[in-house]
T-cell receptor, first 113, second 110 residues
C-alpha cells in the first residue's frame, strides 16, 4: 500500500496566484480530510468528504478556498487568489472501513510570498 | 473547541518517564493520540473510546477519564525514537471532526 499521496511536496508562489494541491487517498478509503497546520493555529480541519461528497466545509477559511473530489482516488484543494497568510503545511488524510484512525499524507508545504 | 494539552514541551534523558495531558471543556467520547516527527506527517498511536480504558503502543500507554474529560499519555523508559510532537484529537465516536490540541514537543536526549 503506497499510503496517501500528496503533490507537490513543496510549493512557492507569489501573492495573487492560484495554487492547487493534490491528494490521492488510500485505495478503498471512503473518507478524505484536508487539514492545515500552522504554528499559530495548530492542526485545523478544513473540509472532509465521504464517498466523494463534501460533508462539512465549515473549516474552510474563506471563499478563496475550494476543494473537490471528482472520484474516489483524487481530490484537490485550490486557493485563488493566494495570500501570504495561507502559508502553511497542508495535509490530506483518509480513513476507511471500520477503522476510526486517519492515515495522513506527507503534506504540502506552501509558501506564499 | 480545541483540547488543551500540557505541558507544551518536555525534555527527557533516555530511560526517563513523562506524562502528557489532554483536557477538554466538552464531553469526550473518543481520544486519538498521534505523534509527528519534524517535517513528517502525524502518525497514529492509539485511540481510546471508553472511560478509564488504557491502551499501549510499545512503552507508550494512555488513559481516558470521561468524567474528568481528560486523557493522559504516558511515555515510559523513553527512547530516542520517542522524540517528536504529540497531539491529542478529541471527538465523538462517530464524529469525523476531530479537534486537535496544540501539541506537546518531546525531546529525548542520550
Amino acid at each position: 500500500d503506497a499510503g496517501v499521496i500528496q503533490s507537490p511536496r513543496h510549493e512557492v508562489t507569489e501573492m495573487g496566484q492560484e495554487v492547487t494541491l493534490r491528494c490521492k487517498p488510500i485505495s478503498g478509503h471512503d473518507y478524505l480530510f484536508w487539514y492545515r497546520q500552522t504554528m499559530m493555529r495548530g492542526l485545523e480541519l478544513l473540509i472532509y468528504f465521504n464517498n466523494n461528497v463534501p460533508i462539512d466545509d465549515s473549516g474552510m477559511p474563506e471563499d478563496r478556498f475550494s476543494a473537490k473530489m471528482p472520484n474516489a482516488s483524487f481530490s484537490t484543494l485550490k486557493i485563488q487568489p493566494s495570500e501570504p497568510r495561507d502559508s502553511a503545511v497542508y495535509f490530506c488524510a483518509s480513513r476507511g472501513g471500520e477503522t476510526v484512525t486517519r492515515d495522513f499524507g506527507p503534506g504540502t508545504r506552501l509558501t506564499v510570498l | 473547541q480545541q483540547p488543551v494539552q500540557s505541558p507544551q514541551a518536555v525534555i527527557l534523558r533516555e530511560g526517563e518517564d513523562a506524562v502528557i495531558n489532554c483536557s477538554s471543556s466538552k464531553a469526550l467520547y473518543s481520544v486519538h493520540w498521534y505523534r509527528q516527527k519534524h517535517g513528517e506527517a502525524p502518525v497514529f498511536l492509539m485511540i481510546l473510546l471508553k472511560g478509564g480504558e488504557q491502551k499501549g503502543h510499545e512503552k507508550i500507554s494512555a488513559s481516558f477519564n470521561e468524567k474528568k474529560q481528560q486523557s493522559s499519555l504516558y511515555l515510559t523508559a523513553s527512547q530516542l525514537s520517542y522524540s517528536g510532537t504529540y497531539f491529542c484529537g478529541t471527538g465523538a465516536i462517530n464524529d469525523y471532526k476531530l479537534s486537535f490540541g496544540a501539541g506537546t514537543t518531546v525531546t529525548v536526549r542520550a
